[in-house]
């Protein structure tokens, strides 16, 4: 399984509802960077994705974005190959 990073705050409703969803597709280990606790890495992810919203979910090196985007790929069936290391 490819590892998981996230950009997440302590109070985020999408950030819960996201590793929830990835719980679910058996994913046992998120890395979680908290730009509430770090806000240095707020500026590192923004740099990174271009956006300053939480979360910013990465599956290996591939950015995924938030949760919405997070929804509508599994809605189209590209999570768990992602997941598994294969084209989204």
Known sequence: MQPVKMY???VCPYCIRAKQILKSKGVAEIEEIRIDMQPEE?????????RRTVPQIFIGSTHVGGCDDLVALD???GLVPLLNGSAA
Not at 42 to 50: D, P, Q, S, V, Y
């Open 8 to 10: 997440t705050t302590a």
């Open 75 to 77: 809605g189209r069936g």
């Open 42 to 50: 707020r500026a590192k992810m923004m740099e990174i994705t271009g």
